[in-house]
């Protein structure tokens, strides 16, 4: 999986996988990468556009992790 740097104080990357709708974040607290399923284009786009990744994680996404 190939993960992107973002810019944020939390997430250190962000990858994701279209054809199983996984998303995938690194956090700069730890080498674990954390999985999403059922994450849509849209709301992967959305996630990335958003002012604050740390922010929107926590509001949308967070709730759907499984630790990899």
Not at 50 to 64: E, Q, V
């Amino acid at each position: 999986m190939h993960m992107e740097p973002v810019s944020s104080k939390a997430i250190a990357a962000v990858g994701y996988d279209a054809p199983t709708r996984t998303l995938h974040v690194r956090f700069h607290s730890g080498a674990k990468i954390y999985d999403f399923p059922n994450i849509d284009a849209h709301e992967h786009a959305a996630f990335l556009a958003a002012p604050s990744l740390g922010k929107h994680y926590h509001a949308h996404i967070r709730a759907r992790a499984v630790a990899s």
